[in-house]
């Protein structure tokens, strides 16, 4: 799985152009994205710009002389790479199983081109009927929003660091795992009805954010599609 997550990796950052500010994403497909622009920023002299969306991310590009800025400083971005958990054929998908959600859609939002990157067993046919969708909550307001998810038809389990304390974001939120029987019919329905919910700080489905879909095969090789 490792070569197809690199072929992925490194032909997204064949998107990146000098002097783009840049959505670096979170997750192991990702981190191949990192390398790839470090080695062109040492070669080619490529200036760009980084936003990262997790402290993880921040910290490998820091680590190889990416140059980054605060989101303060940024009014858009040219291209987001980030990856997914599930994605579907409308490029609807599930992400946030690295716990960056939140930082992620903000990013996402933000940016005129999202190019994701995925292992071909990422892409299904209907969202949720693999992958758990975390939703991210305010501690004190979650036995509200379990309570919630349970109206609407989901199952929640509190995700765990330890056997005795809870994961916990970069924001100092925690995450619920949802399991939703059958899958979810509508992403663009749930999305809304779950940001509805006090307590609820960011969902998991990312819908009409993602662009560009590049999967990575074992091969070595790289399939890119686009949407619409």
């Known amino acids: 799985m490792s070569q197809s997550k690199e072929a992925a990796g490194r032909r997204a950052a064949e998107f990146i152009e000098d002097g783009m500010t840049v959505g670096l994403g979170t997750g192991s497909t990702v981190y191949f994205t990192l390398v790839a622009l470090a080695e062109r920023i040492a070669k080619e002299n490529l200036a760009i710009r980084?936003?990262?969306t997790s402290i993880d991310t921040e910290v490998k590009a820091?680590?190889?002389g990416i140059p980054l800025?605060?989101?303060?400083?940024v009014a858009q971005i040219d291209v987001t790479i980030d990856g997914a958990d599930e994605i579907d054929g409308e490029f609807q998908m599930i992400k946030g199983g690295g716990g960056a959600?939140?930082?992620e859609k903000v990013v996402a939002s933000l940016s005129t081109r999202e190019?994701?990157?995925v292992h071909p067993s990422k892409v299904v046919?209907?969202?949720?009927?693999g992958f758990l969708l975390p939703v991210e909550v305010v501690p004190f307001a979650r036995p509200v929003v379990v309570h919630h998810l349970k109206q609407l038809g989901g199952t929640a389990s509190i995700r765990m660091r330890s056997e005795k304390e809870p994961f916990l974001t970069d924001n100092g939120n925690e995450i619920l795992d949802c399991r939703f029987d059958g899958g979810i019919p509508n992403a663009r329905e749930l999305d809304r009805t779950l940001n509805g919910i006090p307590?609820?700080?960011?969902?998991?489905l990312f819908v009409g954010l993602a662009h560009v879909l590049v999967i990575g095969h074992e091969d070595g090789s790289a399939e890119v599609r686009e949407r619409g």
Do not use: Q
């Open 69 to 73: 800025v605060a989101l303060a400083d």
């Open 50 to 52: 980084g936003v990262p």
């Open 199 to 204: 307590g609820v700080v960011e969902n998991g």
């Open 62 to 64: 820091r680590d190889m």
């Open 115 to 117: 190019v994701i990157v």
């Open 125 to 129: 046919e209907r969202l949720g009927e």
């Open 101 to 103: 959600l939140l930082r």
